[in-house]
């Protein structure tokens, strides 16, 4: 399967420009597989007969890549983070929001409108990522085993698709003009990863103040390219 796959994305790369099958964000991820074959899917399964993961990116884009999403064990409930160190939204008047990006260490923006820690501690003999508040209160926490056991079962190997991006009449259009194949994942350097910066954790949450309600978009693992590829054994570039 994997070699029809590269094969059709040589066919695709040689296309240059072809026109976005679906607007917004996730136009690039579902242009791609829709041209390749592959159904869309919202499982935590790799993309390509279960063997394969397959991450777009445009070329323009930020530096890290969204690997999962997976919850923190909270010691308060997630509407009581917001609660307790969320901040006015700017766009919605009546939210309070909690979009935090936290990287190992002290994480303090500016603007102070939260603070947080995030260490490794061992917790009944378990080492753990661990997320405590200012005042150094434990807030969440999970296994290490936990992360690696997720990044083992979801990239078995990793297709990674960057794309140019432009606008026609309109309509957004993609030159997927470069891809690598990384086979073979290690779990070994998921924790260098954390500690140098190269992943990020980023929460995501938002209550609603007038109406009470309250969505968690999910907590996400965000790694950059180079961390994302030192993860495999083998990586080759296709183009």
């Not at 690039?28 to 074959?37: A, F, K, N, P, V």
């Not at 990239?155 to 993609?174: C, P, Q």
Request: glycine fraction near 8%; aromatic fraction near 8%.
């Amino acid at each position: 399967m994997l070699e029809i796959i590269k094969q059709k994305l040589h066919d695709i790369n040689k296309m240059r420009w072809v026109p976005a099958l679906r607007s917004g964000s996730t136009g690039i991820g579902y242009t791609l597989e829709t041209m390749l074959g592959i159904e869309e899917n919202n499982i935590s399964d790799s993309d390509i007969d279960g063997v394969c993961e397959l991450k777009t990116r445009r070329s323009s884009g930020g530096s890290r890549i969204t690997a999962f999403c997976l919850s923190p064990i909270w010691v308060k409930k997630p509407r009581k983070l917001v609660e307790a160190y969320g901040y006015q939204s700017e766009e919605h008047p009546t939210r309070t929001n909690l979009y935090a990006p936290l990287k190992f260490g002290v994480n303090k923006p500016p603007s102070g409108r939260w603070h947080f820690l995030v260490d490794t501690e061992t917790m009944e003999d378990e080492k753990c990522v661990v997320i405590r508040d200012g005042k150094r209160q434990l807030i969440g926490h999970l296994p290490i085993s936990v992360l690696r056991y997720k990044f083992r079962t979801k990239y078995h190997n990793l297709l990674l698709v960057k794309a140019k991006s432009r606008k026609r009449k309109g309509v957004e259009e993609f030159w997927y003009d470069e891809a690598h194949l990384a086979q073979n994942i290690t779990i070994s350097k998921i924790e260098e990863l954390l500690r140098d910066g190269s992943m990020v954790i980023e929460l995501r949450l938002w209550l609603d103040r007038e109406t009470g309600k309250f969505k968690d978009h999910g907590t996400c693992f965000r790694v950059a390219e180079k961390g994302t590829l030192s993860l495999f054994e083998h990586v080759e570039k296709l183009f």
